[in-house]
């Protein structure tokens, strides 16, 4: 199976987290380079803490980490971090531009004066949003504890907000071939392109240090569906 770019849902179903811990192990060998893309190594808080194979990776090589399931959890943390990190795409579930510059204002009150915040985004590309949104479309199948998980979704795209609306399926089955059980839930992320994101880091006082394609420190193209952003104050 190759890689699936995709922020974690917010919906918390043991079941669901499973299914997308193991689609998600492709991006392991990502997560494991991200030390490699900062010296801020001390003190360090990851934001997003249902991604749990983001989380692990990141226990192996930054010692103090402190993971909070989202940034209102900022209000209950007295200290300052050397290091922010965002949980996989998890940036993209702050669904409007107000709602992401008041985010980072948040974070640099947080942030140490030479600190750094991490986090990734997953690039436009209108092709993939031409599917009648009515349809129900395959995903991906995999095989977790003797039962099979089918994985299918709708998705419209909404060109104002540029916020992506998604209605998943995911299907469990015995090794027969039976159907176990159903599980829905739904997801919304935003699509924040690059010169947008750009001009808000500008704006909350934010220096991009450097760009990648990848947190393995791959060089941004013009056909990236990615973007890896090391921003510092």
Same mark, same amino acid.
């Given at each position: 199976? &190759? ?8 919906? /918390? ?9 193991? +689609? ?5 060998? #990502? ?8 010296? *801020?190594? *001390?003190?360090?808080?990851?934001? &997003? *803490?249902? $991604? ?7 226990? %192996? ?19 300052? @971090? ?5 949980? #996989?795409? *998890? ?12 985010? @980072?204002? +948040? ?18 590309? &209108?092709? %993939?949003? =031409? ?21 299918? /979704? ?19 089955? $015995?090794?027969? &071939?039976?159907?176990?059980?159903? =599980? ?7 699509? /924040?392109?690059?010169?947008? +994101?750009?001009?808000? @880091? ?8 450097? +760009? ?10 013009? $056909? ?10």
């Amino acid at each position: 199976m &190759g890689k699936i770019l995709f922020p974690y849902p917010l919906y /918390t179903d043991s079941r669901v987290i499973s299914f997308y811990d193991k +689609i998600n192990l492709p991006r392991l060998l #990502d997560y494991d380079q991200i030390s490699l893309l900062t010296t *801020s190594t *001390s003190k360090t808080l990851v934001i &997003g *803490s249902n $991604n749990t194979v983001f989380v692990e990776s990141l226990k %192996k090589a930054f010692s103090e980490l402190i993971v909070i399931d989202e940034i209102a959890d900022l209000h209950y943390q007295t200290d300052k @971090f050397s290091l922010i990190i965002f949980s #996989d795409f *998890s940036f993209m579930n702050i669904l409007d531009a107000e709602d992401q510059r008041e985010a @980072f204002r +948040i974070l640099l009150e947080k942030l140490e004066h030479n600190g750094e915040i991490i986090l990734n985004l997953e690039l436009f590309n &209108g092709d %993939k949003f =031409l599917e009648d949104p009515s349809i129900s479309s395959f995903v991906c199948q995999t095989e977790i504890d003797d039962e099979i998980f089918m994985f299918f /979704t709708r998705q419209e795209y909404d060109y104002f907000s540029q916020i992506l609306y998604q209605n998943f399926t995911l299907e469990i089955l $015995n090794l027969s &071939g039976e159907l176990k059980n159903t =599980l829905k839930f739904d997801q919304e992320v935003r699509y /924040t392109f690059l010169p947008e +994101i750009k001009h808000l @880091f500008k704006l909350v006082g934010l220096e991009i240090k450097q +760009i990648y394609s990848s947190f393995d420190g791959s060089q941004l193209l013009e $056909n990236s569906d990615e973007a890896v952003f090391i921003l510092g104050k």
